[in-house]
């Protein structure tokens, strides 16, 4: 049934798993090449940025708690949430996404043997990493990091208004975080074109690849344009130019096209990923292939196409926007994401579902982004943004979906931990950190979502004179000590199941190609690959008898599969 | 080779008339010269490969009845190890650090880039690790 | 009715044994291809077995009412809402405000909401089910089937359809918002670090203030009021939360819309844009006064304050140290 790739490059069965020459230790590790290092590097660091952004939340949380708090001070305060946000959207969210898990999956689950240019890859991965650090160091200058807010609109971003190297820092660790997305995005688009294995068409591809594709698509038409403003703005702090100024003749507006231009694919670059996670979790966790494929593929270009079309939905409130091609171009945007809910659930459906902590936690995806979906539906309604834009209900709407993100990113870790590990993680730990997480999100953002209709704007340090708004800040606090228990409870479980529970080839009885090989996979992915004839050549592989069918169409041994 | 060409392409075409749209509708430049470009970007791979895809023949990733056996033999270069990218971005960081504290940081910002950009090069000549 | 009772009791002690499975589980056995066991895999999860006939009796009975009962509860929460509510809709936590646009732009909160209610009671409903009817139940692998053209066409054109409506409904407020009936009285309002200045151009009024000051704008009650708002520096946002509105005030920009305040009152707003150090106390308060209390207020305010007001530049604020003490609270939520 099975067969040999012969080339040079896959390793022999008598390696095991590591080349037998080369440097070793800490040389090992800054000249590799590997994407399955480079990957777990990216997913190291972009959880190490994701507790470093979680302890500015806590600290934001711990402030909002009374009214007229005086924990931290107005200019301290406003460092906090620019940075929170800088760091979890630009050096957490979308590093783990297409840096992280996609540079370790995307190889193996189309039969490659790393990415298409391996050097370009770990420089990618240095690119990141010196550009967090750059971006990290404001705090240690004398006027602090930046504190603009993540969006550092013109001209409150200019030199006038936020003089100081916090403000430089950012842009420069921007710059750097930039390249290193961009060279992602050719790597990824370059593999998944030129690397898959034979009979892997793109339509047998997981749709997990098939995410990441769009996502480096979106990369590649979005991020140029975040550097170019970027530089404009360094130009106007430092060389003198009035790209953005009223006073030289130009227009601050122009700043916020072109950086929501790039910011909102930045926000589907971070979402589809995580999509492609679930999508790989249900199947497997339903024991059923994921339902309407070509829908989810189709469904998810439409969202990358849609998603170039909408950026000025963040600036209803400008009065100088064309607001029914952006009113309308963003409630399209919600059909696309309700295929795929659709989807979703229709691959549960008359499925045999075993809850392990990586389908809890795509479930728990699948609630916290039908709320920030859904309120995102409200927002794309001009009038109803109006009394939204700039409060706390926006603030409790892009939460939901990040930290449904979150959740799909840790059902992510258990799904594939194994895989790139070789050792499962606990389940009793996984499913109490489930929980806190999941009951956490929901205390956290509910209040939010009240807050902002009862009129809190965003990014104030204290409320003096609205004490009855503290009710709800209370509670949103224990929403947000919550997840940051579940956060602990993921590191009090990577230590307990340190090289605990050996994991196997396939502990999930996975679908995709990845579970064919060894965990971790050998060096360049494969000893052997499989004949490939469907979206699942592992099933296939495994459960001869079991291809997929149409609907209505009973299992049949003599019937030739759809696929 | 088609699958990739036609993806491209009709994301080239939506962009295309989304532009147009957004021009004439919008008024408003930004807008409209970003989207054309994202228009441009998506046309140029895509008519290579549209073009491409016409000439070569059919490769095993892209026949259903594909064997793993078609595959066989070299697919590509996969360099080894190297210390050029590491010291790449160490190059890059201090160019960028020049931004902020002051423009002598220029030179070993490009002076290490400049190195590992040569190094690099001669690495991938002399096929470098595996 | 005993055997419904049993098989009720049999069921909620095999809800709480799979709640269980939610909390707790054994590690994975190992699985490896040679052995191919399906059974080593779910040795954590066997406690299901034991009460399946149970469950299998109780889906039964359900499953003739399955679709009624589907239908029912997705319509059951809202109606039943409705009703509580003595047949009005309920406000989804939003407020109608005191301005004939707020209370459109509420009334459009409010449609929203019940179609959010609708296909999100539809969409939890959906997964409920699947979770708890299509939970494992053996090692049975279940039919393998991929897709349905019908239904998934179903929920293409349905969604697009809800979009349509919502966006044209959206398109009808939209358009009262941005209309330019003819106004009474205008009111020029510049944003500035950190405070408001309100100028009645024509009245030779100006009021300006700075953080809690609390700035007052004082306008009359029916009648259509015309702002013109702009930014002497960063970019501000004139956010009156009673008013169901906000706007950005750009430097360079005019941005102009108009009010038709329909209640009297104080309604205590403040900036949400970022705009520097002192954006959280970037307070000011709308008045809306009937018109007699207006014309009185404009002469108080025309006799004193054309003096001060014309020391007073747009760029500079109002006092060497920006006041950041409450002067006094007026305790209003």
Same mark, same amino acid.
């Given at each position: 049934?099975?067969?040999?790739?012969?080339?040079?490059?896959?390793?022999?069965?008598?390696?095991?798993?590591?080349?037998?020459?080369?440097?070793?230790?800490?040389?090992?590790?800054?000249?590799?090449?590997?994407?399955?290092?480079?990957?777990?590097?990216?997913?190291?660091?972009?959880?190490?940025?994701?507790?470093?952004?979680?302890?500015?939340?806590?600290?934001?949380?711990?402030?909002?708690?009374?009214?007229?708090?005086?924990?931290?001070?107005?200019?301290?305060?406003?460092?906090?949430?620019?940075?929170?946000?800088?760091?979890?959207?630009?050096?957490?969210?979308?590093?783990?996404?297409?840096?992280?898990?996609?540079?370790?999956?995307?190889?193996?689950?189309?039969?490659?043997?790393?990415?298409?240019?391996?050097?370009?890859?770990?420089?990618?991965?240095?690119?990141?990493?010196?550009?967090?650090?750059?971006?990290?160091?404001?705090?240690?200058?004398?006027?602090?990091?930046?504190?603009?807010?993540?969006?550092?609109?013109?001209?409150?971003?200019?030199?006038?208004?936020?003089?100081?190297?916090?403000?430089?820092?950012?842009?420069?660790?921007?710059?750097?975080?930039?390249?290193?997305?961009?060279?992602?995005?050719?790597?990824?688009?370059?593999?998944?074109?030129?690397?898959?294995?034979?009979?892997?068409?793109?339509?047998?591809?997981?749709?997990?690849?098939?995410?990441?594709?769009?996502?480096?698509?979106?990369?590649?038409?979005?991020?140029?344009?975040?550097?170019?403003?970027?530089?404009?703005?360094?130009?106007?702090?430092?060389?003198?130019?009035?790209?953005?100024?009223?006073?030289?003749?130009?227009?601050?507006?122009?700043?916020?096209?072109?950086?929501?231009?790039?910011?909102?694919?930045?926000?589907?670059?971070?979402?589809?990923?995580?999509?492609?996670?679930?999508?790989?979790?249900?199947?497997?966790?339903?024991?059923?292939?994921?339902?309407?494929?070509?829908?989810?593929?189709?469904?998810?270009?439409?969202?990358?196409?849609?998603?170039?079309?909408?950026?000025?939905?963040?600036?209803?409130?400008?009065?100088?926007?064309?607001?029914?091609?952006?009113?309308?171009?963003?409630?399209?945007?919600?059909?696309?994401?309700?295929?795929?809910?659709?989807?979703?659930?229709?691959?549960?459906?008359?499925?045999?579902?075993?809850?392990?902590?990586?389908?809890?936690?795509?479930?728990?995806?699948?609630?916290?982004?039908?709320?920030?979906?859904?309120?995102?539906?409200?927002?794309?309604?001009?009038?109803?943004?109006?009394?939204?834009?700039?409060?706390?209900?926006?603030?409790?709407?892009?939460?939901?979906?990040?930290?449904?993100?979150?959740?799909?990113?840790?059902?992510?870790?258990?799904?594939?931990?194994?895989?790139?590990?070789?050792?499962?993680?606990?389940?009793?730990?996984?499913?109490?950190?489930?929980?806190?997480?999941?009951?956490?999100?929901?205390?956290?953002?509910?209040?939010?979502?009240?807050?902002?209709?009862?009129?809190?704007?965003?990014?104030?340090?204290?409320?003096?004179?609205?004490?009855?708004?503290?009710?709800?800040?209370?509670?949103?606090?224990?929403?947000?000590?919550?997840?940051?228990?579940?956060?602990?409870?993921?590191?009090?479980?990577?230590?307990?199941?340190?090289?605990?529970?050996?994991?196997?080839?396939?502990?999930?009885?996975?679908?995709?190609?990845?579970?064919?090989?060894?965990?971790?996979?050998?060096?360049?992915?494969?000893?052997?690959?499989?004949?490939?004839?469907?979206?699942?050549?592992?099933?296939?592989?495994?459960?001869?008898?079991?291809?997929?069918?149409?609907?209505?169409?009973?299992?049949?041994?003599?019937?030739?599969?759809?696929? | 080779?088609?699958?990739?060409?036609?993806?491209?392409?009709?994301?080239?075409?939506?962009?295309?008339?989304?532009?147009?749209?957004?021009?004439?509708?919008?008024?408003?430049?930004?807008?409209?010269?970003?989207?054309?470009?994202?228009?441009?970007?998506?046309?140029?791979?895509?008519?290579?490969?549209?073009?491409?895809?016409?000439?070569?023949?059919?490769?095993?990733?892209?026949?259903?009845?594909?064997?793993?056996?078609?595959?066989?033999?070299?697919?590509?270069?996969?360099?080894?190890?190297?210390?050029?990218?590491?010291?790449?971005?160490?190059?890059?960081?201090?160019?960028?650090?020049?931004?902020?504290?002051?423009?002598?940081?220029?030179?070993?910002?490009?002076?290490?880039?400049?190195?590992?950009?040569?190094?690099?090069?001669?690495?991938?000549?002399?096929?470098?690790?595996? | 009715?005993?055997?419904?009772?049993?098989?009720?009791?049999?069921?909620?002690?095999?809800?709480?044994?799979?709640?269980?499975?939610?909390?707790?589980?054994?590690?994975?056995?190992?699985?490896?291809?040679?052995?191919?066991?399906?059974?080593?895999?779910?040795?954590?999860?066997?406690?299901?077995?034991?009460?399946?006939?149970?469950?299998?009796?109780?889906?039964?009975?359900?499953?003739?009412?399955?679709?009624?009962?589907?239908?029912?509860?997705?319509?059951?929460?809202?109606?039943?809402?409705?009703?509580?509510?003595?047949?009005?809709?309920?406000?989804?936590?939003?407020?109608?405000?005191?301005?004939?646009?707020?209370?459109?732009?509420?009334?459009?909160?409010?449609?929203?909401?019940?179609?959010?209610?609708?296909?999100?009671?539809?969409?939890?409903?959906?997964?409920?089910?699947?979770?708890?009817?299509?939970?494992?139940?053996?090692?049975?692998? /279940?039919?393998?089937?991929?897709? $349905? @053209?019908? &239904?998934?066409? !179903?929920? =293409? #054109?349905?969604?697009?359809?809800?979009?349509?409506?919502?966006?044209?409904?959206?398109?009808?407020?939209?358009?009262?918002?941005?209309?330019?009936?003819?106004?009474?009285?205008?009111?020029?309002?510049?944003?500035?670090?950190?405070?408001?200045?309100?100028?009645?151009?024509?009245?030779?009024?100006?009021?300006?203030?700075?953080?809690?000051?609390?700035?007052?704008?004082?306008? /009359?009650?029916?009648?259509?009021? $015309? @702002?013109? &708002?702009?930014? !002497?520096? =960063? #970019?501000?946002?004139?956010?009156?939360?009673?008013?169901?509105?906000?706007?950005?005030?750009?430097?360079?920009?005019?941005?102009?819309?108009?009010?038709?305040?329909?209640?009297?009152?104080?309604?205590?707003?403040?900036?949400?844009?970022?705009?520097?150090?002192?954006?959280?106390?970037?307070?000011?308060?709308?008045?809306?006064?009937?018109?007699?209390?207006?014309?009185?207020?404009?002469?108080?305010?025309?006799?004193?304050?054309?003096?001060?007001?014309?020391?007073?530049?747009?760029?500079?604020?109002?006092?060497?140290?920006?006041?950041?003490?409450?002067?006094?609270?007026?305790?209003?939520?």
């Amino acid at each position: 049934m099975t067969d040999v790739l012969d080339p040079p490059i896959l390793a022999q069965p008598g390696d095991h798993g590591h080349a037998h020459e080369g440097p070793t230790g800490i040389l090992k590790w800054l000249t590799t090449t590997d994407h399955k290092i480079i990957g777990l590097s990216y997913t190291v660091t972009s959880v190490i940025m994701m507790v470093i952004g979680g302890a500015l939340a806590e600290i934001i949380r711990a402030q909002l708690t009374s009214s007229n708090n005086s924990l931290v001070s107005l200019a301290q305060y406003n460092e906090l949430f620019t940075m929170h946000g800088s760091v979890m959207i630009y050096l957490f969210a979308g590093p783990f996404a297409f840096g992280g898990l996609a540079n370790i999956l995307v190889p193996i689950q189309i039969g490659a043997p790393d990415m298409a240019f391996p050097r370009l890859n770990a420089l990618s991965y240095w690119l990141y990493l010196m550009g967090s650090i750059t971006m990290l160091m404001g705090f240690f200058t004398a006027g602090g990091a930046a504190n603009f807010g993540w969006v550092a609109y013109a001209p409150l971003s200019n030199s006038i208004n936020t003089p100081g190297a916090g403000a430089d820092l950012w842009i420069a660790g921007l710059l750097l975080t930039g390249f290193s997305a961009i060279f992602t995005g050719v790597n990824l688009t370059a593999t998944i074109f030129y690397l898959r294995a034979p009979g892997m068409t793109m339509f047998r591809m997981p749709i997990f690849t098939w995410n990441m594709l769009v996502t480096a698509i979106l990369i590649l038409l979005a991020f140029p344009v975040l550097t170019a403003g970027l530089i404009m703005l360094y130009c106007d702090r430092h060389f003198g130019t009035h790209i953005f100024s009223v006073q030289g003749g130009g227009v601050p507006v122009l700043w916020q096209h072109i950086f929501w231009f790039w910011g909102h694919p930045e926000v589907y670059i971070l979402a589809l990923p995580f999509f492609g996670m679930v999508t790989e979790i249900i199947p497997v966790f339903s024991r059923k292939p994921v339902f309407g494929y070509k829908g989810m593929v189709f469904a998810t270009m439409t969202i990358g196409a849609l998603s170039l079309g909408v950026w000025a939905h963040h600036m209803f409130t400008t009065g100088v926007v064309l607001l029914p091609f952006f009113s309308i171009m963003s409630f399209l945007i919600a059909v696309p994401t309700g295929i795929k809910f659709f989807n979703w659930i229709g691959t549960m459906w008359r499925g045999e579902i075993w809850f392990s902590t990586a389908m809890l936690m795509a479930i728990g995806f699948l609630f916290t982004f039908l709320v920030g979906g859904i309120t995102g539906i409200y927002l794309a309604s001009p009038p109803i943004d109006f009394f939204t834009h700039d409060t706390y209900f926006v603030v409790a709407h892009f939460h939901s979906i990040v930290m449904a993100l979150v959740l799909g990113a840790m059902g992510g870790l258990y799904y594939w931990g194994p895989k790139i590990t070789g050792y499962l993680l606990n389940e009793t730990i996984g499913k109490m950190q489930f929980w806190f997480l999941f009951i956490g999100i929901q205390v956290f953002t509910f209040p939010m979502y009240l807050l902002g209709l009862r009129g809190m704007p965003r990014r104030v340090a204290a409320y003096p004179l609205h004490p009855s708004w503290q009710t709800l800040n209370e509670l949103s606090t224990v929403g947000a000590v919550m997840i940051g228990v579940s956060t602990v409870l993921f590191m009090v479980n990577i230590g307990y199941s340190w090289k605990k529970y050996p994991a196997g080839d396939n502990p999930w009885d996975g679908h995709t190609l990845e579970w064919f090989t060894t965990s971790p996979p050998p060096h360049h992915n494969f000893y052997r690959l499989p004949r490939i004839r469907s979206e699942r050549p592992t099933w296939d592989y495994n459960h001869p008898d079991r291809p997929a069918k149409a609907h209505g169409h009973h299992d049949n041994q003599d019937e030739v599969p759809v696929v | 080779m088609r699958v990739e060409a036609r993806i491209l392409l009709s994301l080239g075409s939506f962009f295309g008339f989304m532009s147009a749209l957004y021009w004439f509708w919008g008024h408003e430049n930004a807008g409209g010269v970003m989207i054309f470009a994202a228009m441009l970007l998506c046309f140029v791979p895509g008519s290579y490969y549209f073009w491409w895809s016409r000439r070569m023949k059919e490769r095993p990733e892209d026949d259903p009845n594909a064997t793993q056996a078609q595959g066989a033999g070299v697919i590509g270069a996969f360099p080894g190890t190297s210390i050029w990218p590491f010291t790449l971005a160490m190059g890059a960081f201090f160019v960028v650090l020049a931004l902020v504290f002051g423009i002598w940081f220029l030179v070993p910002g490009f002076g290490l880039a400049a190195w590992a950009l040569f190094g690099g090069t001669a690495e991938g000549r002399r096929g470098g690790t595996h | 009715m005993r055997t419904l009772v049993l098989s009720l009791v049999a069921r909620s002690t095999a809800f709480l044994h799979g709640l269980a499975g939610l909390v707790t589980s054994e590690p994975f056995a190992l699985h490896s291809r040679e052995t191919d066991s399906d059974a080593s895999l779910f040795r954590g999860l066997d406690t299901h077995h034991s009460v399946k006939s149970s469950t299998k009796l109780l889906e039964r009975i359900l499953n003739r009412r399955r679709l009624w009962c589907r239908v029912r509860r997705v319509v059951a929460l809202p109606i039943a809402a409705l009703a509580l509510a003595g047949c009005t809709v309920p406000t989804f936590g939003a407020a109608p405000g005191v301005t004939t646009s707020s209370r459109s732009a509420y009334h459009l909160w409010q449609g929203f909401s019940i179609g959010a209610a609708l296909i999100g009671s539809l969409v939890v409903v959906l997964i409920l089910w699947t979770m708890v009817f299509h939970r494992r139940k053996g090692d049975n692998i /279940p039919e393998q089937s991929q897709y $349905h @053209i019908p &239904l998934e066409l !179903t929920y =293409v #054109i349905v969604p697009i359809l809800i979009v349509i409506g919502l966006f044209a409904w959206t398109m009808v407020v939209e358009n009262q918002e941005v209309a330019n009936p003819k106004t009474s009285v205008t009111i020029n309002v510049n944003a500035f670090q950190w405070g408001w200045k309100f100028t009645y151009p024509g009245q030779d009024v100006v009021v300006i203030g700075q953080t809690t000051q609390n700035p007052e704008m004082v306008m /009359p009650v029916n009648e259509n009021v $015309h @702002i013109n &708002l702009t930014s !002497t520096d =960063v #970019i501000h946002s004139f956010y009156v939360h009673d008013f169901n509105f906000s706007r950005l005030a750009l430097p360079g920009v005019l941005n102009q819309f108009t009010f038709r305040a329909v209640n009297t009152g104080t309604f205590q707003s403040q900036c949400s844009e970022i705009c520097g150090l002192y954006h959280s106390l970037m307070y000011f308060r709308v008045k809306v006064v009937t018109r007699p209390q207006y014309e009185v207020w404009l002469e108080s305010k025309a006799n004193a304050g054309v003096a001060q007001a014309s020391r007073i530049t747009n760029n500079q604020q109002t006092s060497s140290v920006v006041p950041t003490k409450l002067t006094k609270s007026k305790g209003d939520n």
